[in-house]
């Protein structure tokens, strides 16, 4: 055959086997219905057609946005590494959270891929992309956007866009129906953004845009969201809504990840279909290079300083982050006695577990969506759908306005000799507040004898409130074991079991024990194991409760939650369970979770492909 047809028939498989080279750039950031010039509220339909929702259960909990037929791109803070993919929806092509939306499809995500460099404490690379689990098709409401390539500039006072359906103020959440939220806000230069934040605090990797005087901003909810900018025809996403001091709050705009910066690491990870990206260039001067304070180096000159702390930040998510911290209880000012829990919020980990609606259990939050309680709670069921978690209530029967309720999607239990814990996993975290918080789990520190510490009681009649009783910690005489911790004895209930034994050191609780109901002991409803000691003169001193430490289940909890949490900084003492060690020997567990399916592949090219391979050699 002649060279021109070999040259055809290589450049006809070359265009087969790559036909997402520029696929995108062809399509991406085209929204044919948006008009839109200056700022509005709700965004009219099909303005943003690449915005997606990402859901767990029936709750909106991160946006994200659409860059090619199988691919979203979020923010990384919205998942943990130990995310999975069960009960995870992606929406696109929605409107409204609340009632119908005709032009919308949703797509399950058989894989989640954060950013391998993420930190969880400063946000630096708070980028993740997910898969989902079939193509889209795209119309006039479903788009992919174009993407900021390397090398893209954003100077100071760019007018950008940023779209979701989250908060409208700090603490106020969107009204019904819920309609897609649109706000234009200008880029913040990376100078005068550090000197609001922290020197450190706003790496390369980060870019900022919101008004100095406030009142324009992303808010909870809206994290993953797009920030995009329009060049000519071609709407180009610039960042990833990602953390900011409040909401819309002056002097402080919101921090979105730059995702210029991750050019090659998208294209990395999605080998075919690529997203199409786009240059953008800012023109003119960049003002921001004029700008100064205190320990910023001057203009042109860059640090590799990695940045330390955002502690005054919060995401745009959730409420809890940036670092998600444990152990702090705003609304909880107890410091002696035991009484009723008058105070809404006091113990606000606290969790009621229910069994197809009825109350079984107790437990404790610990971080963004799992809750801790024990083993013996599950003996009649592990099937995560029969189960659901409720916290913030308070008290147990009457209309709490600041609870939540969530599904479960996995139960882990432990699998150690004598008593065990298990770990629920909700399928969409719960926004914190004062109302909801994570305790910090002890990790193997030594809680002084005389500590005073608390048990709660979850009273089950109605119109009562929970009890809270003070057990101080004692020596447990013959018995004493690097794994266990006795207090003063106290009577709990059935459904009290699971709850906390919390001590409170260096201005922060910890969970000191996972409490369980014997069966065994002389009061079968005491919590645990009881033994008699002696004193020097033969006395029986008072009967002392013994508890296995939560620390004794350290390798299970570190291998089910990933890294745990630590307390807020301005707390002397951290647990610094996230950096111990673990031994060699891995916790063995049993686990209760449904999988996601794989994703399909075309069948269509692959018949094309083999069609062409097949004729080539005849060609050639």
């Known amino acids: 055959m002649t060279a021109s047809c070999k040259l055809l028939c290589a450049a006809t498989l070359l265009a087969l086997l790559t036909p997402e080279s520029h696929s995108q750039a062809n399509v991406c950031g085209k929204a044919s219905l948006n008009t839109r010039i200056v700022g509005g509220i709700n965004a009219p339909d099909g303005n943003w057609p690449w915005q997606a929702s990402l859901h767990r259960g029936n709750t909106h909990f991160c946006g994200g946005s659409l860059i090619n037929s199988d691919w979203v791109l979020t923010a990384a803070h919205c998942f943990s590494r130990s995310s999975g993919t069960s009960g995870l929806v992606v929406y696109l092509g ?315 999607s996995n139960i882990t239990l432990s699998n150690l000799s004598g008593k065990n814990v298990a770990v629920l996993t909700l399928t969409s975290p719960p926004t914190l507040s004062n109302h909801i918080q994570p305790i910090c789990i002890d990790n193997g520190r030594a809680i002084p004898v005389g500590t005073k510490c608390y048990v709660t009681g979850q009273s089950s009649g109605e119109g009562q409130a ?23 004895t106290f009577t709990l209930e059935q459904a009290d079991a699971g709850g906390p034994l919390m001590c409170k050191l260096d201005n922060t609780w910890f969970q000191a024990a996972v409490l369980t109901v014997s069966t065994s002991s002389t009061n079968s409803t005491n919590s645990t194991n009881s033994t008699n000691s002696t004193n020097s003169t033969g006395r029986v001193k008072e009967v002392v409760m013994i508890h296995d430490k939560v620390s004794r289940f350290k390798n299970f909890l570190t291998a089910t939650l990933g890294t745990l949490l630590s307390p807020s900084s301005n707390s002397s003492n951290s647990s610094n369970s996230s950096n111990s060690s673990t031994n060699a020997t891995s916790a063995t567990s049993t686990t209760t979770t449904s999988t996601a399916s794989s994703s399909p592949y075309s069948l269509l090219s692959f018949v094309l492909h083999l069609i062409i391979v097949s004729m080539c050699p005849f060609f050639l």
């Open 466 to 488: 929970q009890q809270e009783i003070q057990a101080s910690v004692v020596d447990c005489g013959s018995t004493s074991s690097n794994s266990s911790i006795c207090t003063t």
């Open 94 to 408: 929605r409107q409204n959270q609340e009632g119908t939306n005709v032009n919308e499809v949703l797509r399950t995500v058989t894989e989640i891929i954060l950013h391998p460099d993420y930190d969880a404490e400063t946000f630096n690379n708070d980028v993740c992309l997910l898969k989902l689990s079939s193509t889209v098709n795209f119309t006039n409401f479903i788009v992919p956007v174009c993407l900021a390539a390397s090398g893209s500039t954003y100077f100071n006072g760019t007018t950008t866009w940023v779209t979701g359906w989250g908060n409208i103020r700090s603490g106020v959440p969107l009204p019904p129906p819920k309609a897609l939220q649109e706000v234009d806000v200008p880029i913040t230069g990376r100078r005068e953004c550090a000197c609001s934040y922290g020197v450190e605090a706003i790496t390369d990797n980060m870019i900022c845009a919101g008004l100095r005087a406030g009142g324009k901003d992303s808010c909870q909810g809206d994290s993953g969201g797009p920030l995009v900018t329009k060049k000519g025809n071609r709407w180009i996403q610039g960042g990833i809504v990602s953390f900011g001091r409040g909401c819309a709050m002056a002097e402080f705009p919101g921090v979105y990840t730059k995702v210029s910066m991750y050019d090659s690491w998208i294209k990395s990870k999605i080998i075919s279909n690529q997203p199409g990206f786009v240059v953008f260039k800012s023109t003119g001067t960049d003002s921001d290079s004029s700008v100064s304070c205190a320990g910023l180096p001057p203009a042109g000159i860059t640090t590799t300083t990695a940045p330390t702390t955002t502690q005054t930040t919060t995401p745009a998510h959730l409420t809890f982050l940036p670092a998600v911290t444990c152990g702090n209880a705003p609304l909880n000012s107890r410091l002696v006695g035991g009484s009723d829990v008058t105070v809404e919020g006091s113990w606000p980990w606290l969790a009621s577990l229910q069994m197809n609606g009825t109350l079984v259990c107790a437990g404790t939050l610990v971080n963004e969506n799992s809750v801790l309680s024990s083993a013996d709670c599950f003996s009649r069921s592990t099937t995560p759908s029969e189960w659901t978690v409720i916290l913030g209530r308070f008290p147990q029967t009457f209309l709490n306005p600041f609870e939540t309720s969530s599904q479960v």
